[in-house]
């Protein structure tokens, strides 16, 4: 078993930047694929990027337009999401999930473990 815990989130003017960061404790963090979401009020959790256990292969969502970056640490057992060009539509809780394939899977379903969350909110 893995837990999760997200930081990072926060206020930020539109234009600006964040990074996300969810480090992990647990079973051996190099075993699992990683993910985020984010779930605005009154919608769906929404899949944003994943990546491989090793790292070097990455999957994004095609809306994200090249804005996010995901990356991992396998020393430091943390996965990231860096965040730019923020708009007032990106507000909402961001998430970062686990599973044991990494092939990039977009359901959250598909995931066994979650973090509680982060609240990022974008002003215009």
């Known amino acids: 078993q893995v837990q999760l815990v997200e930081s990072g989130g926060g206020l930020v003017q539109a234009g600006g930047s964040l990074r996300l960061s969810c480090a992990a404790s647990?079973?051996?963090?190099?075993?699992?694929?990683m993910a985020w979401f984010r779930q605005a009020p009154g919608k769906e959790r929404e899949f944003l990027a994943a990546?491989?256990?090793?790292?070097?292969?990455?999957y994004y969502a095609d809306s994200m337009e090249g804005r996010f970056t995901i990356s991992r640490d396998n020393a430091k057992s943390t996965v990231y999401l860096q965040m730019n060009s923020l708009k007032p539509d990106d507000t909402a809780v961001y998430y970062c999930?686990?599973?044991?394939w990494g092939r990039g899977a977009r359901g959250p379903h598909e995931y066994e473990y979650w973090g509680q969350g982060t609240q990022v909110t974008v002003s215009s």
């Open positions: 647990g079973r051996a963090f190099s075993n699992y694929g």
């Open positions: 999930a686990a599973d044991q």
């Open positions: 990546i491989s256990r090793s790292g070097s292969i990455t």
